[in-house]
Nanobody
Framework: QVQLVESGGGLVQAGGSLRLSCAASARTFSVYAMGWFRQAPGKEREFVARVTWNVGLTSYADSVNGRFTISRDNAKNTVYLQMNSLNAEDTAVYYC??????????????????WGQGTQVTVSS
């Protein structure tokens, strides 16, 4: 069982930056990849970014590519999402997720086995 705890959300002005953190429990040897998703009010949960735990390969949604950076610190069992040039469309609850194995569907929620409780990000225009 992997437990995930997100932190770092908050209120920021458009054009600003935030860094989200996701701390995973010690059993990360069972994790293949970590992802970030987000869900805005009235919308479905959408993929934001993913990083493979061992090699560090990254993937991004087109909407955040070039503005967001996902990274991991293996020693701290923590994944980060650095978000720059934020705009109102980035307002959402952001969720951290972990997958036990490789999946071609990594851009979809079904590919992930564990989820955090979410952290709110609000961007004021």
């Amino acid at each position: 069982q992997v437990q995930l705890v997100e932190s770092g959300g908050g209120l920021v002005q458009a054009g600003g930056s935030l860094r989200l953190s996701c701390a995973a429990s010690a059993r990360t040897f069972s994790v293949y990849a970590m992802g970030w998703f987000r869900q805005a009010p009235g919308k479905e949960r959408e993929f934001v970014a993913r990083v493979t735990w061992n090699v560090g390969l990254t993937s991004y949604a087109d909407s955040v590519n070039g503005r967001f950076t996902i990274s991991r610190d293996n020693a701290k069992n923590t994944v980060y999402l650095q978000m720059n040039s934020l705009n109102a469309e980035d307002t959402a609850v952001y969720y951290c997720a972990a997958s036990k194995g490789y999946s071609t569907n990594y851009r979809y929620s079904v590919a992930y086995d564990y989820w955090g409780q979410g952290t709110q990000v609000t961007v004021s225009s």
